[in-house]
Nanobody, 127 residues
């Protein structure tokens, strides 16, 4: 059974940090682009960051310099380190995987078009 399970969300004050984890199982982790997406209340869902082995990492402009995506193939886990958090980062964060799309294209893929998706983890940043 394919599973993507996010963890690490929570509440933090502006300027703080959180690290999200996405544990993958049931598929060959390294054959897929893995991305983080988010949806804030009343806003469109957006791609935040994507990674794919041998292709590098990509970020939305809104998080460049503050967020870092990384992966641990031995643990089948992708991380999103979020620093200098802002209230506008408040959202439900989803992890998703897609075999077809590249890491660079992954940011623009609608979440529902990704092959596999997690259930999300809530991040709340207070001012």
């Amino acid at each position: 059974e394919v599973q993507l399970v996010e963890s690490g969300g929570g509440s933090v004050q502006a300027g703080g940090s959180l690290r999200l984890s996405c544990a993958a199982s049931g598929f060959t982790f390294t054959d897929y682009a893995i991305g983080w997406f988010r949806q804030a209340p009343g806003k469109e869902r957006e791609g935040v960051s994507c990674i794919r082995q041998r292709e590098g990492t990509y970020y939305a402009d809104s998080v460049k310099g503050r967020f870092t995506i990384s992966s641990d193939a031995a643990k089948n886990t992708v991380y999103l380190q979020m620093n200098s958090l802002k209230p506008e980062d408040t959202a439900v964060y989803y992890c998703a995987a897609d075999r077809y799309h590249s890491a660079s294209a992954c940011l623009r893929v609608p979440l529902y078009n990704m092959d596999y998706r997690g259930k999300g983890t809530l991040v709340t940043v207070s001012s």
